[in-house]
């Protein structure tokens, strides 16, 4: 029902920064019932929160973002975002964006999009 779509990952350079996206679509989405979430994932270790932002946009931060993370959304654009600041190599991940509703509380996920940070 519905689809997200990620993107804005790439490579960047320890201290760097970037801003990763997630569009939602489909045409039964009501986009602003939604909590949404950023996960990640590196090879060899349990997919783990990032950040949150509810439907009425309150958000959390796992610690280890906390800080040099921001997650905020555009209701009208239907669209998700990560800012990600003064990035470290543990950052290096796969970025998963993650919508759920009171219907659906395990959730849709997306692709995911590669985040690579360079020592």
């Known amino acids: 029902q519905v689809q997200l779509v990620e993107s804005g990952g790439g490579l960047v350079q320890a201290g760097g920064s970037l801003r990763l996206s997630c569009a939602a679509s489909?045409?039964?989405?009501?986009?602003?019932?939604?909590?949404m979430g950023w996960y990640r994932q590196a090879p060899g270790k349990q997919r783990e929160l990032v950040a949150t932002?509810?439907?009425?946009?309150?958000?959390n931060y796992a610690d280890s973002v906390k800080g040099r993370f921001t997650i905020s959304r555009d209701n009208a654009k239907n669209t998700v975002y990560l800012q990600m600041n003064n990035l470290e190599p543990e950052d290096t991940a796969v970025y998963y964006c993650?919508?759920?509703?009171?219907?659906?509380?395990?959730?849709?996920w997306g692709q995911g999009t590669q985040v690579t940070v360079s020592s």
């Open positions: 993650n919508a759920v509703s009171p219907s659906r509380p395990m959730g849709y």
């Open positions: 489909g045409s039964g989405i009501f986009f602003i019932v939604y909590d």
């Open positions: 932002i509810t439907s009425g946009s309150s958000t």
